[in-house]
């Protein structure tokens, strides 16, 4: 602004009676700096003294001017072509034709001042209309917050001081627009000035502010001291149009509440009722505050309530004396409080808490309060995974925080807090410790925790049951929230997956673009241990390296479940690399290797104490491939490899390309004692284990028990378990298997180059297993499993051919086929409706009866002495035999018998199982052979008769008939058997197992197609 004078001095200097003023910029900024200047620096204005003083006399030159303003800023307000005209008389002064664009309207209007004797009479008429402009932004306001285009005012007043000017000021006013920032908020604002004796007020204020309302009144009054009265209610108000634009740099933590010293001058009396109040931080549905301030100092009262009915009071308290350093206090107290939803946070668990946080303060300044600002916080919190708030809490979902706390500031704002004394408590958790959160700081959380016992299960517990941990949910959004942080665990009792962990310490740093894991060190009751990693991540896929020393590890525990088999533990090392975008593909996408052996070996050690593994992993295009270089366990001596697909389902496949496979160990922990594998119970690992091994015996074991060595169970024992398979599993993966041995040893068979292919796809299994020599013989079998089916079938095919059983003894040979087929889903369920065939063929060899099938031991030795008298004194040979058995939902029987004979008599029986029942019936008649070398003295002809439950069959007392009368029918199913008379002729006859054999091929061969499709049971007619 610039302004110039000519004089000539032959006049006098006198005002002229018109003026034109032009100024291009007029910065209010600028123009406050320029006052200031000019201001003494002690002095001070009494606003009380200033109101009650007299209105001056306006008694002015006459002089009417134009004045036109290019440009006022008024921070980021921005008005252009600012004009009027004035005119000043002894009458006072007058504004007329004013206009002034703004960023949204153009303002009009006109003010009148007439300035009597002692008073003044005041005028104003005003008004905004939108520009015409489409509503468009020209580009000179595009910084412009409030964006105003209608509006509408008029005052009127008169008074003798500047109080009594302002309080008899009355007239209604409008003004509507939007606010812009992140989004444009339409908002509309009336009120009216109401003319009160002795006060300033705005009465029937309405505010709308986008979907929200408001309504209320303002009072300005007092004289000595000014108070400020302020009475809002409303209802619907988003508090997101102040957010400022998304591309604005954010400035670390919070401003210190300068609100509170606003108008330091006034007493304040402000009433806010809002219900639901929210915005993208924060959400309420009912919020209640009330502000009280006097010169001596004030207090704020807040309650929000949320929409769960939580309840939150707030109270702020401060006691500012005359000449003493005030104080401060916060209280803020919470009942059943989701604090999460409140801030609009996705909060790890479903909870509630309840408890109270206190701070005390004191200082001169806000930031000497905030800053001594020292607190203390006692929180319960309560947790549910269902969701369900009706039922009582258990004791597991309580937790219990507490702890003293103070605020970290930086400059005027707060910026942190900083936590001592921590301590999280439960009934299975307890962490103490401290924490550092600040922001702008780098890291910006620092904890260092300690902890007595760490249930990780019983967290995992209250994690919420509809949003479960996804191993395919995006890995990267989780790192990220870690932000720069820095922390340290250290928990003497740990534990994770059920397994307990001891010594646990934890130490990791993340930064913008790595986790540094410097130590990950624990102890278990089977081994420790130490090791070190790193994760970093660029775009959207991470990458981890992890190195690992074990010591004294047990994996024998997946193995084998016996307490009388020593334990032999592996120490050694691992190194694990991968990369991808969730943890399913991190665990698709390892590579690595693994090398353990048993720990401190000695020279000369026995073979039982072998232990070694070698593996190194490598990626798939889709998955990985762990190539087993060397797995030796006691005798056992394996290579192969195994490979995972990252396919939907996953695709597992198992390759051993040769080997030694030991069934000693499993046998001298399980069949010499006639002891089964130790069920799972327990931890998690521990059952894990114990399942494996479980297993493992189990499918190794099971093919030597259907050869002989039969377990003697307890009285009342159930022989198959009725718990259900676990068939659901198989849905979850598809496997391909491929096995090549060069030998598998054992007590009871010996078998060499055995070969095994399977393959589950779908949940549909299918397994064929073969062996050239097997214990002297060949054997193959057919397994086929549909888990899709309701209830799930078997198909289970197979043929074994002069197999002589068990390799510790002189045996005969032993043929046969087995065809059966059975759904359930239970061991119980499939043998009761097992339907198919079995048929078995004895050839020549020592007799050792006392090892068969159904018999125990004693039983059978009992059972043959009194068939065939003095058999116990020298081993008889066995020539041949022969049977078949016909199932039907579980009920398997003999209908043509089983014939055996011996070099000193013949045998016959007839077998009746009933596998849902699990019992049996067996009748067995012998007679004395005729012929060279066998006296007329011992021909003998004997019957027995064998009834009870499979795990314990007894001896029928005082049978004296043969096996078909009385009960044969029954035991037959109905199916047909040979007379009496045709029995005793093939008792009597020279081999009944020709005759038996005769039988089956003329009666079963032609009508049963499972019979004709074996070759053994029905051999093909030249």
Not at 249 to 268: H, Q, S, T
Not at 719 to 739: H, Q, R, T, V, Y
Request: include cysteine; hydrophobic fraction near 40%; charged fraction near 20%.
């Amino acid at each position: 602004m610039t302004a110039s004078t000519v004089t000539t001095g032959q006049t006098a200097w006198s005002l002229p009676d018109h003026s034109e003023t032009s100024i291009p910029l007029l910065d209010s900024t600028r123009l406050s700096s320029l006052i200031d200047n000019y201001r003494k620096p002690d002095e001070t204005t009494d606003i009380a003294a200033v109101l009650a003083s007299a209105l001056p006399r306006l008694d002015l030159p006459q002089h009417d001017g134009h004045v036109a303003i290019s440009e006022i800023h008024f921070d980021d307000e921005i008005s252009k072509d600012n004009t009027f005209d004035f005119i000043t008389s002894s009458q006072g002064a007058q504004i007329t034709n004013l206009s002034s664009d703004g960023a949204a309207g153009v303002l009009t209007g006109d003010v009148h001042i007439v300035s009597g004797e002692n008073d003044w009479t005041v005028a104003l008429d005003g008004s905004l209309k939108p520009r015409d402009d489409n509503g468009n932004i020209a580009t000179q306001f595009v910084s412009s917050d409030w964006l105003l285009h209608t509006g509408r005012a008029t005052l009127n007043g008169q008074g003798e001081t500047w109080e009594g000017l302002l309080n008899s000021l009355q007239g209604d006013m409008s003004l509507a627009g939007y606010y812009h920032s992140a989004m444009d908020t339409p908002f509309a604002i009336t009120a009216q000035l109401d003319k009160r004796p002795g006060e300033f007020a705005l009465e029937n204020i309405a505010i709308t502010v986008g979907k929200g309302q408001l309504s209320g009144s303002a009072a300005l009054s007092g004289t000595d001291q000014r108070k400020l009265t302020v009475d809002l209610k409303g209802s619907r108000v988003d508090l997101d149009f102040l957010i400022e634009p998304e591309d604005a740099e954010p400035l670390p933590g919070m401003a210190l509440p300068d609100y509170l010293e606003v108008l330091p001058e006034l007493e304040l009396a402000v009433t806010l009722d809002i219900s639901e109040l929210q915005s993208s931080t924060v959400q309420l549905a009912r919020a209640t505050a009330t502000l009280e301030r006097t010169a001596h100092g004030g207090k704020l009262v807040a309650t929000g309530k949320s929409i769960d009915a939580g309840i939150l009071n707030l109270t702020l308290e401060a006691n500012t004396p005359p000449n003493a350093t005030g104080s401060v206090q916060l209280k803020a107290q919470f009942t059943n409080l989701d604090i999460p939803e409140i801030f609009r946070q996705r909060g790890i668990f479903y909870s509630r808490s309840t408890g109270n946080l206190e701070f005390r303060s004191q200082g001169d300044t806000m930031k000497d309060v905030f800053a001594a600002m020292k607190g203390t916080a006692q929180i319960s919190m309560d947790i549910r995974a269902d969701n369900n708030w009706r039922r009582t809490a258990v004791a597991e979902e309580t937790l219990k925080f507490s702890g003293s706390s103070s605020l970290v500031l930086d400059s005027d704002r707060i910026v942190g807090v900083e936590i001592e004394n921590l301590n999280i408590d439960s009934i299975e958790q307890a962490v103490t410790g401290k924490l550092s959160l600040v922001a702008g700081r780098s890291p910006w959380v620092i904890a260092a925790l300690e902890s007595d016992r760490l249930n990780i299960d019983s967290l995992m517990a209250l994690l919420p049951q509809s949003t479960g941990a996804s191993a395919s949910a995006p890995l990267l959004p989780t790192l990220q929230r870690l932000g720069a942080a820095k922390a340290s665990l250290s928990i003497k009792s740990l534990s994770l997956y059920e397994l307990p962990l001891a010594d646990v310490q934890l130490a990791f740093v993340t930064g913008p673009n790595v986790l540094d894991l410097s130590q990950l060190d624990f102890r278990t009751d089977n081994g420790t241990v130490n090791s070190q990693g790193e994760i970093t991540w660029k775009n959207d896929r991470a990458t981890l390296a992890l190195n690992a020393a074990l010591s004294n590890i047990d994996l024998d525990q997946f193995l084998i479940a016996s307490e009388d088999i020593e334990h032999i533990t592996v120490s050694g090392s691992a190194k694990l690399n991968s990369a991808g975008r969730n943890m399913e593909e991190l665990a698709g996408n390892l590579t690595g290797f693994i090398d353990l052996q048993a720990a401190n070996p000695a020279q000369g050690n026995a073979p039982e104490a072998r232990r070694k593994l070698t593996l190194t992993a490598t990626r798939l295009a889709d998955g990985m491939e762990a190539d087993i270089n060397s797995l030796q366990w006691g005798e056992t001596e394996l290579s192969g490899a195994v490979r995972y697909h990252n396919t939907s389902p996953p695709l597992l496949e198992v390759d051993i390309h040769s080997g030694t496979l030991s069934l000693l160990p499993w046998e001298n922990a399980y069949l010499k004692d006639k002891k089964k594998p130790a069920q799972p119970t327990g931890s998690t690992v521990v059952s894990l284990a114990r399942t494996s091994a479980s297993f493992v015996g189990n499918v190794l074991l099971t093919p030597l028990r259907m050869l002989g060595d039969d377990e003697e169970a307890k009285p009342g024992a159930r022989l198959f378990s009725s718990d259900p398979l676990p068939f659901e599993m198989l849905k979850d993966f598809n496997l391909k298997l491929s096995a090549r041995l060069d030998s598998l040893l054992s007590t009871a068979i010996t078998v060499k180059q055995l070969n095994v292919t399977g393959k589950l796809k779908d949940s549909q299994l299918s397994l064929q297993a073969r062996s050239d020599d097997l214990s002297q013989g060949t054997a193959e079998i057919d397994l086929a499993l549909d888990a899709n089916a309701a209830p799930p079938t078997m198909d289970i095919t197979g043929t074994f051919k002069n197999l002589h059983g068990l390799t510790s003894r002189n045996t005969f040979p032993r043929s046969g086929f087995i065809s059966l087929q059975s759904q359930g889903q239970s061991e119980a369920e499939l043998a009761a409706h097992a339907n198919g065939l079995f048929y078995l063929e004895l050839g020549q060899g020592p007799f050792d009866y006392a090892n068969s099938v159904l018999l125990t031991t004693n039983l059978a030795a009992t059972v043959f002495q009194t068939l065939i008298p003095g058999i116990e004194r020298t081993t008889p040979q066995l020539q041949c035999g022969i049977t078949v058995a016909l199932f039907q939902n579980g009920v398997g029987v003999t209908p043509h018998g089983f014939a055996a004979r011996t070099t000193q008599a013949n045998l016959l029986g007839q077998i009746h199982v009933d596998l849902g029942a699990e019992t049996m019936q067996m009748s067995l008649d012998s007679r004395g052979r005729q012929g060279v070398g066998i006296s007329v003295g011992s021909i003998f002809s004997n019957t027995i008769q064998i009834r009870g439950p499979l795990t314990n069959p007894g001896i029928v007392p005082d049978t004296t008939s043969l096996l078909w009368r009385g009960w044969a029918a029954i035991a037959t199913g109905g199916l047909s058997v040979l007379g009496e008379t045709l029995i005793k002729r093939v008792l009597a006859t020279e081999n009944p197992c020709t005759s038996i054999r005769d039988l089956i091929s003329k009666d079963v061969c032609p009508v049963n197609p499972i019979a004709a499709s074996s070759r053994l049971v029905c051999p093909t007619k030249p």
